[in-house]
């Protein structure tokens, strides 16, 4: 089946590294991605990971995937208050379709 | 590059009228597909085109239509509006063809059409 979970908030001080948790449940799914979205915007792309990697690195962002575990990470280093939003994960099926499953949403506060 | 466009970007209605949304992909994109997003439920997929055709589907009521222009841009339809269609409607493209080696691996949403029903 389709359910991807996150939890739905999350605080952290200025400077510390952020960790936002996301499990799924569909062993299909072939790219798992990190969204964010600001107040009254759109989804901004963060990252990606195709299903057969295990970590993914891009500057501040490192993304962990633990697909027997079912269980996605998105990592922040040196959060700034700039970081401060919903982060959605979401997962795509095979078949070269678009269609993603999101998860629920994690809001991420970060304390100046 | 120009990002996705949608317009408009804010409208209300009254129910039981009709909407039409409309989405412009990224240059060289053809594939479109809309979610709606709702405090309650969510992000839900409403369906996907691609070069015109729709190609997946999601649980929505027959009352929600899309189709996709030989320019690969997009418009949605909402006819007999109800309370409950008011949401933030977005749309996203991609070029397609998602494959370990293609650049159909990034899905790029827009800013979104925010539609309130009264």
């Known amino acids: 089946g389709e359910d991807v979970e996150q939890s739905l908030f999350l605080s952290v001080r200025e400077g510390d590294s952020s960790v936002i948790n996301c499990t799924y449940t569909?062993?299909?799914?072939?790219?798992l991605y990190w969204y964010k979205q600001e107040p009254g915007a759109g989804l901004q792309l963060l990252t990606y990971?195709?299903?057969?990697?295990d970590m993914k690195q891009d500057q501040r962002l490192t993304v962990l995937l633990n697909k027997k575990d079912k269980h996605l990470s998105l990592r922040i280093a040196d959060t700034q208050t700039g970081d401060s939003a919903i982060y959605f994960c979401?997962?795509?099926?095979?078949?070269?379709?678009?269609?993603?499953?999101f998860g629920t949403g994690t809001k991420l506060q970060v304390i100046p | 590059k120009a990002g996705v466009t949608q317009t408009p970007r804010y409208l209300i209605k009254t129910r039981g009228q009709q909407v039409t949304l409309s989405c412009s992909p990224i240059?060289?994109?053809?594939?479109v597909s809309w979610y709606q997003q709702t405090p309650g439920q969510g992000l839900q997929f409403l369906f996907e085109?691609?070069?015109?055709?729709?190609?997946n589907k999601g649980n929505f009521p027959g009352r929600f239509s899309g189709r996709q222009f030989s320019n690969s841009r997009s418009e949605m339809n909402v006819s007999t509006l109800e309370l409950g269609d008011s949401a933030l409607y977005l749309c996203?493209?991609?070029?397609?063809?998602?494959?370990?080696?293609?650049?159909?691996?990034?899905?790029?949403f827009g800013e979104g059409s925010w539609l309130t029903v009264v």
């Open positions: 996203a493209s991609s070029t397609g063809q998602a494959s370990v080696l293609s650049s159909g691996n990034t899905i790029y």
């Open positions: 085109y691609f070069s015109e055709t729709q190609r």
């Open positions: 990971i195709f299903s057969n990697m």
């Open positions: 979401a997962e795509r099926f095979p078949g070269g379709y678009q269609k993603v499953t």
């Open positions: 240059s060289g994109h053809r594939s």
């Open positions: 569909d062993s299909s799914s072939t790219y």
